[in-house]
């Protein structure tokens, strides 16, 4: 299966233990197959502005939101294969956007010496190169990640995250995979990412196994860190960091298996 360019889904998260995930994988058998990628290490350099406008903007929880990213699949060299990608949700509905290009091209569009060729997905990416001045590297996280979709349905995925770090340095796609670990030992992000339902036989191993969606940003989970490291330091709070705690939601929410997402169950 090609890689996909545009992408419109809803994307529900969910914290597990590995003892779930391995029922889970059972159940899985008789729906889902591994896609191309299958077993891979993601890395992803996320791009902000000198004071985090994107990141402190997401923590907010608005009704939009977009993240500017470039990622790859394993550490890239330059000739490699890499993707531009711009993520933005709207009304709980994510938009990706993404442009295939070589790691070294790559670098040097993002930092505004090399331009690329029209479509409307470049015009889209450029358009944030333009309204969010001084975008650059600001983190960069690592993770191995096994995807899934479903052999009926190509557009419905699920994907397990593992071994998730991040670094604020060395931000580079070719440095290397290292850094500070978000997960707790044993923890499995799990996502679901569907078009429109969820088959029964999901919701089944949810409502049975009480597990609940749950509100986690890598990027954002990183950015606290950040801000917890500076604070550490200083009694100054750092740009943007007296405000992340306030009224923020709690890690899981809702009482079902979709909290508030406006999401449909697909028949078994």
């Known amino acids: 299966m090609a890689d996909k360019m545009i992408f419109k889904r809803f994307e529900i998260k969910y914290m597990i233990d590995e003892a779930v995930f391995e029922e889970l994988m059972e ?3 008789g729906y889902m197959i591994a896609d191309e990628h299958g077993r891979s290490t993601v890395c992803s350099l996320y791009y902000d502005t000198p004071k985090h406008l994107l990141i402190r903007r997401s923590l907010e929880h608005p009704v939009y939101k977009e993240k500017l990213r470039l990622r790859s699949y394993g550490l890239a060299k330059p000739s490699d294969t890499v993707f531009v990608e711009l993520k933005k949700k709207f009304c709980s509905v994510v938009y990706k956007r993404r442009i295939a290009m070589t790691h070294d091209k790559a670098i040097s ?5 090399e331009q690329i060729a029209d479509s409307q997905i470049a015009n889209e990416i450029n358009y944030a190169l333009k309204i969010y001045e001084n975008l650059a590297p600001a983190v960069l996280l690592s993770y191995e ?3 899934f979709y479903a052999r009926n349905n190509h557009e419905f995925r699920v994907t397990f995250d593992r071994n998730i770090l991040w670094r604020d340095y060395d931000l580079s796609l070719d440095k290397g995979i290292f850094g500070t670990p978000i997960l707790e ?6 996502e679901v990412k569907t078009d429109g339902a ?3 036989w ?3 191993f949810l409502t049975a196994n009480k597990l609940y969606k749950t509100s986690f940003s890598k990027y954002g989970t990183a950015y606290r860190a950040i801000c917890d490291r500076v604070n550490n330091r200083s009694a100054k709070p750092a740009y943007g960091c007296d405000e992340l705690y306030g009224d923020e939601s709690a890690a899981v929410s809702g009482s079902d298996v979709y909290g508030d997402e406006p999401i449909a169950v697909a028949g078994n």
């Open 202 to 204: 999901l919701v089944d």
């Open 145 to 147: 990640r096994e995807a």
């Open 109 to 113: 569009y993002l930092a505004g010496k």
């Open 27 to 29: 159940v899985m058998d």
């Open 198 to 200: 969820i088959p029964g």
């Open 185 to 190: 030992d044993q923890k499995v992000l799990m």
